[in-house]
């Protein structure tokens, strides 16, 4: 969506700042105007910069990330609710509901998060719980659950009290698990949407200028009052990377947008891209039936990049089956790679491994080599066997027959008779 005039002041403002952060974002973190902020990797919560993360602070509007939270557990889209009575202030943002009106909570939703409209916030909490009361407990029971220590709730709208703060590390954790819900990170990614349902249709603009001009934007939530100052939470992705940043109490619109954006492109430029999978490089071998000696190496089928932090590290692991037989053709697929970043549950990515170089089929003698030579031992020894002692015997009877010459030889001598020298017959 092209920007309106509405928002044409922020290409500019935060021009020097993307300007600024642009070549150096390697370098040390910004220095912004906010006064707490905080920039996370959305995929583990790791964070890449903060500070005063902690401080429990007024949220203004922030509020109503929790509210969209608790809504959408308790409330199906399609239903369609009945608009309470509200009393706005000087200055806040409704939708400009008239009491009685039937509208869906799917518009409801919408008007919340993307104009902030606070009478939405109201019918959407009396309709969930039955009671405001009851809703703002709904909501500090869930910060608990998630571990959001520094956060505690008194509205569902977000207006200055006492009794309504979070901090910026609360914000981006919270902000961190609403967006796993399809639905809210639709609505949050909207600039703007024309509602249907209601009374009659209204178009509404998201307050989230930053949507407006950088494709990349994909959310989540502004807030304004006197007490809590300009807060943007705000998320993007690059390059299968989602950072999502938050800047509390910033002096002004500009300063908020500005300070957001200069803490997501100084993350962005804490990942580098990796090849950990090259088509041509074999990352695994599997046994091959009757070759025990040459395994087959395997390949990924195609070459992946992926962009991680330094600090982080890329494990593999493997789906191969135990041994393979051919005939085999090069780039048959014969299993798969997963590979996973540290402090990812899901891999990012599944490769196929393909055979790296063919396999012919095995022959006679390698499907029976073993029974043939089995066999062979089987008959050989025995056939040794057999030949030694026939060799054997042999060489007795021909001792035995040289011993019987001998004798009738010296017994003709004793008798007087000559041998023929040549023949040994008597003469």
Not at 109 to 129: C, G, I, V
Request: proline share 5%; charged share 25%; hydrophobic share 40%.
């Amino acid at each position: 969506m092209q920007p309106t005039a509405r928002h044409a002041w922020v290409l500019p403002a935060t021009l020097l700042a993307l300007l600024l952060v642009a070549g150096s974002a390697r370098a040390a973190p910004p220095q912004l105007d906010a006064a707490a902020w905080i920039v996370i990797d959305a995929s583990d919560g790791a964070v890449l910069t903060a500070s005063r993360e902690h401080d429990s602070v007024p949220i203004a509007s922030a509020t109503k990330i929790m509210t969209a939270r608790i809504v959408l557990r308790e409330l199906k889209l399609e239903q369609e609710v009945t608009a309470t009575r509200y009393e706005a202030g000087i200055g806040e943002s409704v939708l400009g509901l008239q009491r009685g009106e039937r509208i869906t909570v799917h518009d409801l939703l919408y008007a919340l998060l993307l104009p902030s409209a606070n009478d939405a916030a109201f019918t959407l909490a009396k309709r969930a719980s039955g009671g405001v009361k009851q809703f703002v407990r709904a909501m500090n029971d869930e910060s608990s659950r998630l571990g959001l220590d520094d956060t505690h709730y008194a509205s569902p709208v977000g207006l200055d009290s006492t009794g309504n703060y979070s901090s910026a590390a609360d914000l981006a954790s919270l902000a961190r698990v609403d967006l796993r819900d399809r639905e809210f990170r639709k609505i949050v990614d909207t600039a703007s949407i024309t509602l249907e349902s209601g009374a009659y249709p209204r178009t509404i603009e998201s307050r989230n200028s930053l949507l407006f001009s950088y494709p990349w934007v994909n959310g989540v939530k502004t807030g304004y009052t006197a007490g809590a100052g300009n807060v943007l939470v705000a998320s993007g992705r690059r390059d299968g990377v989602e950072l999502i940043s938050v800047v509390l109490d910033a002096p002004t619109e500009a300063a908020r947008d500005a300070d957001s954006l200069a803490l997501l492109e100084w993350g962005f430029g804490r990942y580098s891209e990796r090849t950990p999978l090259h088509r041509s490089k074999p990352v695994a071998s599997v046994a091959v039936r009757y070759r025990d000696d040459e395994p087959l190496q395997l390949r990924p089928e195609h070459s992946l990049q992926v962009r991680a932090r330094d600090d982080q590290r890329i494990t593999r692991s493997f789906d191969i089956p135990a041994v393979v037989e051919g005939p085999i053709d090069p780039g048959k697929r014969i299993g798969s790679v997963s590979l996973r970043i540290d402090g990812r549950d899901a891999p990012i990515a599944t490769v196929g491994l393909v055979a790296a170089a063919a396999v012919e089929a095995p022959g006679l003698l390698d499907r029976h080599g073993r029974i043939l030579g089995f066999l062979a031992i089987a008959l050989g020894v025995p056939a040794g066997l057999l030949c030694l002692w026939w060799l054997r015997y042999r060489s007795r009877r021909e001792q035995r027959q040289l011993k019987s010459r001998e004798a009738r030889a010296m017994a003709r001598r004793r008798a007087g008779i000559e041998d023929d020298d040549e023949t040994g017959k008597p003469r």
